[in-house]
């Protein structure tokens, strides 16, 4: 077996210095109050996973308009924040670091999850294969027919940076470490970055670099609130997921990658979820800050990207939901739990705090540490194993 060693070097991320290369990938559970406040479960289920180098949090939303997912967590009311600080009190105490993702689903909510009177917003009025999101048998979330989405018009994306870059703000009087803006799997900012749902004649449509304008205003106006090393994105350049499709990836995600080096974000984190080409790899030379893998990556894969430069580090979704002490397992090559994907997205501490550590673990439950979960849903690449991914 590999040796760990290169996993657990430090890291300079932002304004942070983490102590070892794994992350933990953001991953919605659904275990917020109703009206988005943070739980004391939601403490305990961070609180179990701080030997990660760096938590990023399930998606986050910014403003009530950016909601997609009953019992998903806010971060726009003091009531979101105070729960937000205790999550990053009990992150800090033992030991480790919290990045708040934000999340903004754009044309992928409902007037159901929406204040009152109100439809979901897009880049165009261009409304969603009803189609486009795939689920496991046992995820208990039902099949969504999308409605088309509302174009929100210049005004009204001006109000929407504002947004984001209020709970930027509130993220970091909150003592979060940092923000990561969800810019993949078919969310808002990906909405404006794709050709087929970005339709857009005016400054935010047409060209790769009019198409990344709003994530690059959203990304400024987050720095502006709080400090340039506070802000990080995540993409999944090329993927389908919720019927978002490129014309020409390569070409929206080299433009977008060279103007968030030249932005000197914390991170770039960057997702392959079954993509055709090597996403890594083409991004790597235009980003000059850290780059954070995630999708389909094993604890030997892993040391084998860091080893490569391919990534600085390498984020872990389901392997994290079913073993709080992952990084402790992979430092000492120990093997690990398999998660249970009828509980990703239930209520209550089944399935979400309960997993046992390794000490604790039946030794006939346990999987070789190099275990791989499915992951991706894109129709294309995927059809026949679908996972539920956010
Ligand atoms: C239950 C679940 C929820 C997820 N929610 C999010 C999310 O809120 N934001 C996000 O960027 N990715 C989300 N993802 C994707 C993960 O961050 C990760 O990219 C994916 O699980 C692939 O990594 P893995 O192979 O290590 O599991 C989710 C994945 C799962 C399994």
């Known amino acids: 077996m590999a040796d760990s060693s290169i996993l657990f070097q430090p890291l300079k991320v932002g304004n942070i210095s983490v102590r070892n290369r794994i992350a933990m990938a953001p991953c919605t559970r659904q275990r917020a109050h ?30 009530a308009g950016g909601n997609g997912y009953l019992f998903a967590p806010g971060l726009y009311t003091d009531s979101h924040q105070k729960g937000w600080h205790r999550i990053a009190e009990a992150v800090h105490a033992a030991g480790g670091a919290i990045f708040g993702q934000l999340m903004h689903v754009g044309r992928l ?96 449509g047409g060209s790769a670099e009019n198409r990344a304008r709003f994530v690059l205003e959203v990304v400024e106006a987050m720095q502006a609130a709080t400090s340039p090393g506070f802000v990080a994105v995540k993409v999944s350049p090329g993927w389908t997921f919720h019927d978002v499709f490129d014309d020409d990836p390569v070409e929206t995600y080299s433009v977008l990658a060279r103007a968030l080096s030249e932005r000197q974000i914390a991170y770039l984190e960057v997702g392959n979820y079954g993509q055709p080409w090597d996403v890594h790899a083409v991004l790597r030379p235009l980003f000059a800050g850290p780059m954070i893998g995630v999708a389909g990556f094993t604890r030997s894969k892993a040391i084998a990207a860091i080893a490569a430069h391919r990534v600085d580090m390498v984020a872990f979704g389901q392997a994290y939901i079913a073993n709080p002490d992952l990084a402790e397992r992979y430092r000492d090559d120990l093997p690990i739990n398999q998660p249970d994907s009828s509980t990703f997205y239930t209520q209550g501490a089944e399935g979400y705090t309960d997993y046992p550590t390794y000490e604790a673990a039946e030794a006939d439950q346990l999987l070789p540490v190099d275990s791989a979960f499915a992951t991706g849903s894109s129709r294309s690449s995927q059809a026949g194993k679908l996972q539920p991914v956010n």
């Open 109 to 204: 909510s409902d007037p159901l999850v929406l204040p009152h009177g109100t439809n979901p917003v897009s880049a165009s009025a261009v409304r969603p294969d009803p189609l486009a999101r795939h689920y496991t048998v046992n995820c208990p979330r039902p099949k969504r027919v999308y409605g088309t989405p509302r174009e929100l018009s210049i005004e009204e994306i001006g109000t929407v940076v504002g947004e984001f870059a209020d709970c930027a703000r509130r993220a970091r009087d909150a003592g979060l470490d940092g923000v990561e803006l969800h810019a993949a799997s078919g969310y808002l900012p990906m909405q404006f970055l794709s050709t087929n749902s970005n339709r857009r004649t005016d400054r935010y």
């Open 34 to 63: 109703l009206d988005g406040t943070p739980t004391e479960l939601m403490i305990e289920y961070y609180r179990q996973r701080a030997g990660a180098g760096l938590i990023i949090s399930e998606g986050i939303s910014p403003a």
